[in-house]
């Protein structure tokens, strides 16, 4: 199955339901505890500054609305568009869409991401937001693929290490299907 192959196919006859069978790697409950446990690390290491969350559009919707509701602070929530992948293919040319609305000068920035892969979208990301001089900028992804790093990044608040696999759900996607899977997967692949 490729990205063309797919999309081509979903938009004409396959209903969202015909999409390939996927495999759990980490399920609800895992993630459920995970997610509750990051937001009071982090609760307890921004209790004296000024916190933004931004999260990373679309890739981290599912994650940031969670994190946010287990952070038992005063907080803003603001985010910012990044590209670069088509089907499971990164392109390498990250394009960052800064649609932020909120003024993060002076702020202790919590940028938040789906999955550190490459690295590429996170560092292009954290050396922009810089030029808007906050006070800090700090990144926090829901999962980290240690062995695909172009880019020397690494993030400070890490749900779980997946290994090279290419994972969907909980707002991962492939070719923008599969964000509402409630836990992350892995596409099986087609028999036959
Ligand atoms: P990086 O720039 O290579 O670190 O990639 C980061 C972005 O690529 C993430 O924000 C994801 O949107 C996407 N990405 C990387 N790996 C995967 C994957 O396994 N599944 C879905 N999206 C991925
Ligand atoms: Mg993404």
Not at 26 to 46: P, Y
Not at 61 to 76: G, K
Not at 130 to 151: A, F, I, M, Q
Request: charge should be negative; aromatic fraction near 8%.
């Amino acid at each position: 199955m490729d990205g063309n192959t797919i999309s081509k196919s979903m938009s004409c006859l396959l209903k969202p339901h015909a999409l390939g069978a996927t495999k759990a790697l980490i399920d609800q409950n895992k993630l459920k505890s995970r997610v509750v446990e990051m937001g009071a690390e982090i609760t307890a290491n921004f209790a004296d500054r000024r916190l933004t969350v931004i999260a990373v559009s679309n890739g981290a919707i599912l994650f940031v609305a969670d994190l946010v509701r287990s952070i038992d602070l005063p907080m803003q929530l603001d985010s910012i568009t990044a590209y670069s992948y088509s089907g499971t293919k990164s392109s390498g040319d990250v394009k960052i869409f800064s649609d932020l609305k909120l003024d993060i000068t002076g702020r202790s920035v919590l940028l938040v991401d789906d999955i550190l892969d490459t690295g590429r979208t996170l560092s292009k990301i954290v050396e922009f937001l810089k030029t808007l001089e906050p006070s800090g900028v700090e990144t926090c992804v829901l999962l980290d693929k240690p062995s695909r790093r172009v880019v020397d990044i690494k993030a400070d608040y890490i749900g779980f290490e997946v290994p090279d696999v290419f994972v969907v759900g909980y707002g991962l996607d492939y070719n923008e299907y599969y964000r509402n899977l409630p836990y992350v997967a892995v596409i099986e692949p087609e028999k036959g």
